[in-house]
Every structure is written in structure tokens, then in C-alpha cells.
Nanobody
Framework: QVQLVESGGGLVQAGGSLRLSCAASGSIFSINDVGWYRQAPGKSRELVADITSGGRTNYADSVKGRCTISRDNAKNTVYLHMNSLKPEDTAVYYC???????????????WGQGTQVTVSS
């Protein structure tokens, strides 16, 4: 079994910054693609950014130039650095990871419990 735990959310003023962390633990052989998603009240969950095992990144247009996703494979942790935050960034942020528990298994998707980000104007 694998657990993903997000942290780093909170209340910040517009223009501020936050760094979210997603730490994986449990039965881990390798972590493949990892994505950060967010869900605002009354809206669907949307992809914010993702990163492959090789470090290739992808960003939603709404956060390009303001967010950076990175990973520390030694710590099984993925980060989302968010700058120039706007009130419309307010949402619960979730990480999703494709994790192999053994070398002979394909990756299985796991979700964290989410961390709240609130940006005040």
C-alpha cells in the first residue's frame, strides 16, 4: 500500500507564494508520473502541473510562469512552488502519483487527501 500526504497549504495574500509538498510512503519500487490537481468549490478537478519520472514538466495555461513542479526522488517527494498567487488559485490541491510497488507490476494511481490553499484579495 502507498500513501500520499500533501502539505504546505494555507492562507496567503494575493501576490504571495506557497510551496506544496507531496510525500509518498509505503510499498514503493518506483514513482512514475506525478501530477498536482486542484478543485475549487463548485468546479471540476483540474490538472495544475505534472512531472514525469525523467523530469519533464507540463503546466496548465492558468499557472504557466507562476508555478514550478519539481521532484526529489531520494525523498519520494514532489513539490509545487506557486508564486504571484491570485484569488482564483483558491482550491483544494491534490497530488496524484503512478507508483510501482514491485518491478514486475505496472504503475497504480494513488491520490492524496488534499491541502487547502486560500488566496485573499
Amino acid at each position: 500500500q502507498v500513501q500520499l500526504v500533501e502539505s504546505g497549504g494555507g492562507l496567503v495574500q494575493a501576490g504571495g507564494s506557497l510551496r506544496l509538498s507531496c510525500a509518498a510512503s509505503g510499498s514503493i519500487f518506483s514513482i512514475n508520473d506525478v501530477g498536482w490537481y486542484r478543485q475549487a468549490p463548485g468546479k471540476s478537478r483540474e490538472l495544475v502541473a505534472d512531472i514525469t519520472s525523467g523530469g519533464r514538466t507540463n503546466y496548465a495555461d492558468s499557472v504557466k510562469g507562476r508555478c514550478t513542479i519539481s521532484r526529489d526522488n531520494a525523498k519520494n517527494t514532489v513539490y509545487l512552488h506557486m508564486n504571484s498567487l491570485k484569488p482564483e488559485d483558491t482550491a483544494v490541491y491534490y497530488c496524484q502519483a503512478s507508483v510501482q510497488s514491485t518491478w514486475f507490476e505496472s504503475g497504480r494511481n494513488y491520490w492524496g487527501q488534499g491541502t487547502q490553499v486560500t488566496v485573499s484579495s
